[in-house]
T-cell receptor, first 113, second 115 residues
């Protein structure tokens, strides 16, 4: 799986939009980009996944530029409950590949009142 | 639909003992993966099962083993426990391996403490 680089930590305030950027310079043609959120003492939670351009769901948006060497997770109007660790993963979704996820250190987002 | 369940939630064992952890995937999910999370090493992949077969294994010693049953439920076993095995053990399920398997659903985990 391609290695990813994320900021170790970020601070924000309630109501602000938060953008977390992940670098994946060695992303392969068939790789997808996936983001997870984890609260203390809980399992990670799938947030969003994309291949190119923009993906949006009820929780977040994922922006992927044309070269796909980076991606940005955007959380609109964060609240205190969005304080968590966010992981960016890159890997091949093709049939036959395994369910092995490789998590980096993630980005610890601290939302302040 | 019920989420991934793991039992027990907390466990305390002494060195040298063995332990078995259980995971029930989301109904209809056939792939189960196991992860170990520690403050020092972060989240590390242990192994993945699909159709009662181990498809992939992480870099853990042979003391760590697992299996999957015909109903997709899975167990993992750690024999001869060491202090360093203290961790949060997470189970994740997905519909099938391969396509879409990066969309995994994690359980709450089992907190294992080895004394």
């Amino acid at each position: 799986l391609a290695k990813t680089t994320q900021p170790i930590s970020m601070d924000s305030y309630e109501g602000q939009e938060v953008n977390i950027t992940c670098s994946h310079n060695n992303i392969a043609t068939n790789d997808y980009i996936t983001w997870y959120q984890q609260f203390p003492s809980q399992g990670p939670r799938f947030i969003i996944q994309g291949y190119k351009t923009k993906v949006t769901n009820e929780v977040a948006s994922l922006f992927i530029p044309a070269d796909r060497k980076s991606s940005t997770l955007s959380l609109p109007r964060v609240s205190l409950s969005d304080t968590a660790v966010y992981y960016c993963l890159v890997g091949d979704k093709r049939r036959g590949n395994t369910g092995k996820l490789i998590f980096g250190q993630g980005t610890t987002l601290q939302v302040k009142p | 639909k019920a989420g991934v369940t793991q039992t027990p939630r907390y466990l305390i064992k002494t060195r040298g003992q063995q332990v078995t952890l259980s995971c029930s995937p989301i109904s209809g999910h056939r792939s189960v993966s196991w992860y170990q999370q520690t403050p020092g090493q972060g989240l590390q992949f242990l192994f993945e099962y699909f159709s009662e077969t181990q498809r992939n294994k992480g870099n853990f010693p042979g003391r760590f083993s697992g299996r999957q049953f015909s109903n997709s439920r899975s167990e993992m076993n750690v024999s001869t426990l060491e202090l360093g095995d203290s961790a949060l053990y997470l189970c994740a399920s997905s519909l099938t391996p391969g396509q879409g398997n990066y969309e995994q659903y994690f359980g709450p985990g089992t907190r294992l403490t080895v004394t």
